[in-house]
């Protein structure tokens, strides 16, 4: 399975995270307040920072977010914790600069991801932080429903919550929004 697509709206380009990505994400990532609710606030630091970016570039599936307007790296995410076992995958590690914050951006960068994982398996899981507040209210308003941490197919949930979107509850917002 390709868990390191190219996909695009208008609004948003995701595409595989490569190395060149390095300087244009640490700037996006080098604001404190993209993650002064995250369970590590310190990634806004450089060291910090580098140990994030190459445990995205070794997952096989990390995707760069770009402004297609201007080509700049504004976040990533990633597909990680694929389980045909349960028909799972993960999405999560997303971040956006904060001058693309406020909605729009974050729902065209999920449902892409989203429309491309149930293409593959029938569940998508997103442990978020469990005092992050701006993205757990994210999740619910993209049709994330909260579920028992140990109820997931996921490896260490301490410190987190975790959300379920099942492909046959899922309306994909860009397509509603064209109607």
Known sequence: MLWQPTLASDLVQLRPLRESDWPGLLT????PLVWEV???PTRHRPEVFAKFFAGGLESQGA??????????VIGSSRYTSHREDTSSVEIGYTFLERAYWGGEYNRHVKALM???AFTHVDSVYF???EHNVRSRRAMEKIGGVLVPADAAPIADPTGHVVFRIARENWQDPLVRARE
Not at 63 to 72: K, M, S
């Open 63 to 72: 995707l760069a977010i770009e402004d297609p307007r201007t080509g700049a």
């Open 28 to 31: 996006a990532a080098s604001d």
């Open 127 to 129: 442990v978020v932080g």
């Open 38 to 40: 995250h369970p590590e």
């Open 114 to 116: 989203l429309r491309h």
